[in-house]
C-alpha cells in the first residue's frame, strides 16, 4: 500500500495581490497530484489548508473540482481534514470543502474512515480556546483509538505543536499515542525530518507546497511531499521535492554588505531564469546607519533589482534609514493584505487567533463590491462580529 502526503495548498491564495502568486499556488498542487498519480498511490491524505479562506472564489472551487477529478479519473483518493483556514469558523457556514465532498473529497472532521484494511483517522483543526477545554488532545486521540478495528492506523492532524510554535504547550510525545503508525500534521509550513519513534512509529511534518510566510523563516526552504510504502508494519517514506514552487530570495543589508550581497543576489536572480520559467521574488530588509535612502535606491537599480527589467516578479523593500525611517518613499508594502497583515499582526501579537479571525474576516469582506453591500452582509449577519470574540 503506498500514499502521498500533502499538506497546507493554500489553494486560492493571491500573495501580494498578485494573480501569479494565486497562480502558483494551483500549479504546485497540480505537481503534487501528478506525482501521486505517476507514483501509482492507492489514496492521498491532506493534512488541511486546502483552501486559502473559507470563503474560496468561485473560479479557486473550479480549479479543486478539476484537481479531484484528475485523481477520480485514476481511482485516487484524496482524504481531508479542514485546516484553520478552511474550517468555515469565522462566518456562520459550513467548510468549503463540504462542497468538495460532492466531487469525492473523503473529508474527515473528527473520525476514522477505513480504505483496503487500513484506517484514516482524522481530527480538524481545534482552535486553542476549545484545546485548553479539551486538556489538550490526547483523550480525543484515545477515543478515537478505541473505534479504530485495523492494524494500520494513519493519523491527520493540524495543530501547533511545541517546538515548532514556541509558545505551543502541546508535546508530540505526550499527546499522540503510539499506536497511530504514521501521523501526518499540518499547519507547520516547513518540512522537518519525519520523528521515527521507538515502536517504528512515524510523525511527519511535511510543511506546506508554497511559500506563505506563515512561519519565521520559511523563505528559503525547500518544498516537499511526502511518498509512503506501508508493508505489514513497515513503514518506508521518501520527501519528494516540488520543483515548481516560486523561489523567494531573502536578503539582509547594511552599509557595508550591500555591494557584495546585491552582487550575489543578481547572480542568483539570473541562475533562476536560466533555470525557471517562474521569475523569483526579492525580500530585501536593510538597516542603513550612513547610506541614505537616495543612496540605496540607486545601488538597487545600479545592480539591476529592479522588478521593470523583468527578472523578479515582485520587490519588497523593508528599509530603517538614520534620520527617520517614515521619509522612506518607497513602496515598503505593495498589497493592501500585507499591510493590513502587518498592523494586525503588530497589534494582536498577543492573540494571533484573534488576528487570524480578523484577516478571515476581512477577506471575506474584501469579496463584497461596495460598502453597502458590506453593512447590508453584517447586518444580517452579526455572528460574524459576535465569533470574533467568543
Ligand atoms: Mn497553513
Do not use: W
Amino acid at each position: 500500500m503506498r500514499f502521498l502526503h500533502i499538506s497546507d495548498t493554500h489553494l486560492g491564495y493571491r500573495q501580494y495581490g498578485l494573480l501569479e502568486r494565486e497562480q502558483d499556488f494551483l500549479d504546485v498542487f497540480n505537481e503534487a497530484i501528478d506525482i501521486a498519480i505517476n507514483k501509482n498511490v492507492d489514496f492521498i491524505i491532506h493534512t488541511g489548508d486546502f483552501f486559502h479562506t473559507s470563503r474560496p472564489s468561485n473560479k479557486t472551487i473550479i480549479d479543486s473540482i478539476n484537481l479531484l477529478k484528475k485523481l477520480s479519473d485514476k481511482n485516487i483518493s484524496m482524504f481531508c481534514i479542514p485546516g484553520n483556514h478552511d474550517r468555515g469558523n469565522s462566518v456562520k457556514d459550513i467548510s468549503p470543502l463540504q462542497i468538495l465532498e460532492n466531487f469525492g473529497l473523503k473529508l474527515i472532521n473528527s473520525g476514522v474512515k477505513e480504505f483496503n484494511g487500513i484506517d484514516i483517522i482524522g481530527v480538524k483543526y481545534i482552535p486553542k480556546t476549545a484545546l485548553r477545554k479539551l486538556n489538550g488532545l490526547k483523550v480525543a486521540l484515545e477515543k478515537l483509538l478505541e473505534k479504530s478495528k485495523q492494524d494500520y492506523k494513519i493519523l491527520m492532524l493540524h495543530q501547533e505543536f511545541y517546538p515548532y510554535f514556541l509558545d505551543s504547550k502541546l508535546m508530540l510525545d505526550e499527546e499522540i499515542p503510539i499506536e497511530y503508525n504514521y501521523t501526518g500534521i499540518g499547519h507547520y509550513h516547513i518540512a522537518e525530518e519525519p520523528i521515527k519513534r521507538d515502536n517504528n512509529s512515524y510523525i511527519v511534518h511535511i510543511g506546506s507546497t508554497e511559500f506563505t510566510a506563515y512561519n519565521k523563516n520559511e523563505e528559503n526552504k525547500s518544498k516537499f511531499v511526502a511518498l509512503v510504502d506501508i508493508n505489514l508494519d513497515k513503514t518506508d517514506i521518501r520527501y519528494i521535492e516540488l520543483k515548481k514552487r516560486r523561489r523567494f530570495l531573502y536578503r539582509f543589508l547594511d552599509d557595508n554588505n550591500i555591494d557584495e550581497e546585491l552582487d550575489r543576489l543578481n547572480n542568483e536572480i539570473e541562475k533562476i531564469n536560466d533555470t525557471s520559467d517562474k521569475k523569483p521574488i526579492v525580500i530585501l530588509k536593510g538597516e542603513f546607519k550612513k547610506l541614505s535612502q537616495d543612496n540605496v535606491l540607486k545601488l538597487l537599480k545600479e545592480k539591476n533589482i529592479d522588478v521593470d527589467n523583468g527578472r523578479i516578479l515582485y520587490l519588497k523593500n523593508m528599509f530603517i534609514f538614520p534620520s527617520n525611517s517614515l521619509d522612506y518613499k518607497g513602496e515598503i508594502f505593495k498589497s493592501e493584505d500585507e499591510i493590513i497583515k502587518n498592523c494586525l499582526t503588530e497589534y494582536l501579537k498577543e492573540d494571533l487567533e484573534l488576528k487570524d479571525k480578523l484577516l478571515d474576516l476581512i477577506n471575506t469582506l474584501k469579496s463584497f463590491d461596495d460598502l453597502d453591500t458590506v453593512k447590508v452582509y453584517l447586518k444580517e449577519n452579526p455572528e460574524v462580529i459576535e465569533n470574533l470574540i467568543k
